[in-house]
């Protein structure tokens, strides 16, 4: 729950940033995959986290989440859409659309979010929050992620980087 308080106070910050102008494009390019292996939120929701370029762990020792790269990636080869492919076949039930990129942000939108705001709990919804903003801010130039969905009791929208993450 405290990680909840944080990462909303956090939101309400960071959303009150706006960046506008044109689209960018992104360079195209292939990523390697590794073996998949399903793990289950804290709501038994399947995740297949070596299709993600980052994943979040709950590390139960030290009482907090552990993000991990599980691959290295080139970011002049990577686009948007194939990050946000990988994400929608990693996480059931919470499915990223792409909407543009603007200076160093990506704007994604998640049409149907109530699996991820109502149904992975809290540490689910952060898990996915924190390893989809580590593999989008893989991508040339991009330092943020505006993510546009309908707030919910375990997450709210609003503009996300890196730091919003570190323990």
Not at 56 to 71: E, F, P
Not at 114 to 138: D, H, I, R
Request: charge should be negative; proline fraction near 3%; aromatic fraction near 8%.
């Amino acid at each position: 729950m405290r990680y909840l308080k944080i990462l909303c106070g956090l939101v309400i910050a960071i959303s009150s940033c706006n960046n506008s102008s044109t689209d960018a494009d992104t360079a195209a390019g292939d990523t390697t995959y590794l073996p998949t292996e399903v793990v289950t939120t804290a709501a038994e929701v399947p995740v297949r986290i070596n299709n993600l370029i980052w994943s979040a762990s709950y590390d139960t020792a030290n009482q907090h989440v552990v993000l991990k790269q599980q691959r290295k990636v080139n970011p002049d080869t990577l686009t948007a859409e194939k990050i946000i492919n990988e994400i929608n076949n990693s996480w059931d039930d919470v499915k990223l659309e792409y909407k543009k990129i603007s200076h160093d942000t990506i704007y994604v939108a998640i049409p149907q979010s109530n699996t991820l705001t109502q149904g992975m709990g809290s540490s689910g919804a952060y898990n996915y929050m924190s390893s989809t903003t580590f593999s989008l801010t893989e991508l040339k130039n991009v330092r943020f992620v505006n993510f546009d969905f309908v707030e919910g009791d375990h997450m709210a929208p609003g503009t996300m980087k890196r730091a919003d993450f570190k323990q």
